[in-house]
């Protein structure tokens, strides 16, 4: 009777254990499930940074046509509509360093598949002339003083081959402050949706610094927008 007693005692004393490790478990996976549907709220925001700044290197072509039948006279005019312009931006402030001289273009009029009809000028000599500079402003009031250079007979071209440049190459002294900008305004667009929603806003689940873009308006190509847009995921609680 006692061994009996003795046996159910300890088949009570199992199923009281087997009791109490099925509800741990079960509270540990009810915790787990809980923890997991945290995991799965969030909210996803866009912060937004923008900068205007002024281009810092300019490149301004200058291409500019020579004409004429004899090639002796020709190279003559080449060379001295050469030397006017160089000295008309050496005079204005621009350095040698800063200029850049390409090799000129000859085109036998002549030798072409199509000749057009009562050609006066035989050659053509196309030559460019290439300021690469920091000193945007001056170059641009050099631009708005072109008609110096006609009165020496000298006329600048316009060609689309030939399209005045205007860069910001600082972008990487600006990203710290912008990521961190854009960062700051992704979280309080965060915190705005969390109150709305009567949550707690957690940490960063994911984030995404984006791309930074420059772009400028045509009327004013020195002038350029920096603008860079972060994605961040944030925990709701």
């Known amino acids: 009777m006692r061994k009996l007693e003795f046996e159910l005692s300890g088949l009570a004393g199992v199923g009281i254990c087997i009791m109490v490790g099925l509800m741990v478990l079960g509270n ?15 909210v996803t925001v866009k912060g937004l940074a923008e900068r205007e700044v002024t ?7 200058l ?5 004429g039948n004899n090639l002796d006279d020709l190279y003559n005019a080449v060379e001295k509509s050469k030397n006017a312009l160089v000295t008309f931006l050496e005079k204005n402030g621009i350095s040698k360093e800063e200029i850049i001289m390409s090799a000129p273009t ?6 072409q598949s199509y000749t057009p009809e009562n050609i006066k000028y035989r050659y053509q000599v196309e030559s460019v002339i290439t300021v690469v500079s920091s000193q945007v402003e001056k170059v641009m009031q050099l631009m708005n003083s072109q008609a110096e250079l006609m009165k020496q007979g000298i006329a600048i071209g316009e060609d689309y081959r030939y399209q005045t440049q205007f860069e910001f ?12 900008e854009a960062t700051r305004n992704a979280r309080a667009v965060a915190q705005k949706f969390a109150d709305d929603s009567k949550s ?11 791309q930074f873009s420059i772009s400028s308006d045509s009327n ?16 709701l609680k």
Not at 106 to 111: F, I, N, P, Q, Y
Not at 169 to 180: A, D, G, R
């Open 28 to 42: 540990c996976i009810g915790n787990g499930i809980e923890k997991m549907a945290d995991k799965d709220r969030y």
């Open 55 to 61: 281009a810092n290197k300019v490149i301004w072509p």
């Open 63 to 67: 291409p500019y046509n020579n004409v």
């Open 106 to 111: 000859v085109t036998d009029r002549e030798a």
């Open 169 to 180: 190459t600082q972008l990487n002294e600006l990203k710290p402050q912008m990521i961190e």
């Open 200 to 210: 707690k806003l957690g940490g960063i689940r994911r984030a995404n610094q984006g």
């Open 220 to 235: 004013t190509p020195q002038l350029k927008r920096v603008r860079v847009v972060t994605t961040v995921d944030y925990f």
